[in-house]
């Protein structure tokens, strides 16, 4: 067999790993977003719930939640093996984009009881940059956040400027991350051996995204180790 016919039979194996991926993807999305809206109508007809099937049904969201953001972060490593990943910038107000992407975990944040505090300007952020790819970014780190704080935990972002542009912090007072496996954190399918608090998964692929969007983006992330417990990770976009 010659080169040509091993770089064909490459090509066709990289195209049918793209579309079964593509297909998992949506047909796990499909029911689990259907288990989400039932569970949703359950609690609307169920006004006597009790304590222990009301920890039951949170377990349930989580779960679901993890499983939808596993799909999603499936979803973009597929994109960007294939190599699909466009960046199209425009101006947005940072400030926006941090506090859509708080309100999207509103759910977790209400069955883990935390406490979620945004340390924001009051006066405009703007970037040059594109929009749901940095959202992604600051989703992704504000996951693990959400996902490693035990309930009633505290979770601080702050939105600061700096001569480059403007930096991110997401410190959250979990279980912290051990010095041994820091090397770990942004390498593809690595999973650390930290717990999530609400026995969320992970395919260890949320920050290994998050490297390649901060490239494309111009941008950097870096963990800050805290002293006591928690981690804090600082993401640097350039105006």
Not at 144 to 153: L, P, R, T, V
């Amino acid at each position: 067999m010659n080169i040509e016919n091993l770089k064909l039979e490459l090509d066709q194996t990289k195209e049918e790993k793209y579309k079964l991926l593509k297909l998992v993807n949506h047909d796990i999305r499909s029911p689990f977003n259907r288990i989400f809206a039932l569970l949703q109508l359950f609690e609307m007809d169920n006004s006597e719930i009790s304590p222990s099937q009301n920890k039951y049904i949170e377990l349930m969201y989580l779960s679901i939640l993890s499983g939808l953001e596993m799909m999603q972060n499936l979803k973009d490593m597929r994109e960007i093996d294939a190599g699909n990943i466009t960046i199209d910038k425009a101006e947005y107000d940072l400030t926006q984009i941090v506090q859509s992407a708080v309100k999207s975990f509103y759910k977790q944040v209400e069955i883990k009881k935390l406490n979620i505090t945004t340390e924001i300007p009051n006066d405009t952020s703007i970037i040059n940059s594109d929009e749901y790819f940095v959202k992604r970014v600051i989703e992704n780190v504000l996951s693990n956040a959400i996902k490693f704080s035990k309930e009633g935990g505290k979770i601080i972002i702050r939105l600061n400027a700096i001569d480059t542009g403007y930096s991110i912090e997401t410190q959250d007072f979990g279980c912290g991350i051990k010095p041994e496996e820091e090397h770990l954190l942004f390498q593809k399918y690595m999973k650390l051996s930290s717990i999530a608090s609400g026995g969320e998964g992970s395919l260890g692929l949320g920050l290994h995204n998050t490297t390649y969007f901060l490239k494309r983006l111009n941008g950097s992330i870096s963990l800050i180790r805290k002293k006591e417990i928690g981690s804090s990770f600082i993401i640097k976009f350039k105006k």
